[in-house]
């Protein structure tokens, strides 16, 4: 492990929680793209350990490894924890797809109010608000790390039929557009 791969993983431990790409260039006084280099060279190191590294488009974590998931929910399990729904496992795969959807694009791509499964998911740690830059007003939900480590997957290409299954999302979210602007 090379000099800038030890201060990343220290980064990573010390903050524990996911970094964005943005701090830890800033943090480190060297380019993004050289994160993003390190960070790609880094992954094959945690191959075969109990820890994983997780990316997605803008931010990095360490997490348990997929293959030790039942025993951190052996100790975390919680009587009045239940399955994830078939609502909830819909909407978050709206979510995981889409990579950046709004409430009102879930409830149109599901056909009915979304609320309380959001709201569910959130406090489950699956999901996160993000700010939208096209309307402040209503907040992008978007997969956290906690969702990569429980499917045991380190980027949204890992999901299975992804690159059809956005399309489709993105062919109905165009209809959605259409019908938006159709009733301004």
């Keep these: 492990m090379n000099d800038l791969e030890r201060?990343?993983?220290?980064?990573?431990?010390?903050?524990n929680e996911p970094l964005s790409i943005n701090w830890l260039s800033k943090k480190l006084?060297?380019?993004?793209?050289?994160?993003?280099?390190?960070?790609?060279?880094?992954?094959s190191f945690y191959e075969g350990r109990g820890i994983q590294l997780?990316?997605?488009?803008d931010s990095i974590a360490l997490v348990t490894h997929r293959d030790f998931a039942s025993l951190i929910q052996d100790i975390k399990k919680n009587k009045d924890e239940k399955e994830l729904s078939k609502q909830a496992l819909?909407?978050?795969s709206i979510i995981a797809y889409k990579d950046g959807v709004t409430k009102s694009e879930i409830d149109y791509i599901r056909g009915v109010?979304?609320?309380?499964?959001?709201?569910?998911?959130?406090?489950r740690g699956l999901i996160e608000k993000k700010a939208n830059?096209?309307?402040?007003?209503?907040?992008?939900?978007?997969?956290?790390h906690n969702f990569f480590s429980f499917l045991g997957i380190e980027r949204y290409s890992d999901l299975p039929g992804y690159n059809e299954a956005k399309k489709n999302l993105?062919?109905?979210q165009d209809e959605f557009i259409r019908e938006k602007e159709a009733n301004l």
């Design 54 to 57: 997780i990316t997605t488009a």
């Design 170 to 172: 993105e062919s109905i």
């Design 29 to 43: 006084s060297i380019s993004e793209k050289d994160i993003l280099e390190t960070i790609e060279h880094m992954s």
């Design 113 to 123: 109010n979304s609320v309380f499964i959001l709201r569910n998911l959130l406090i």
């Design 7 to 15: 201060k990343i993983e220290t980064l990573l431990f010390y903050k």
């Design 133 to 144: 830059p096209e309307d402040k007003r209503s907040p992008l939900y978007i997969p956290t």
């Design 90 to 92: 819909e909407t978050l």
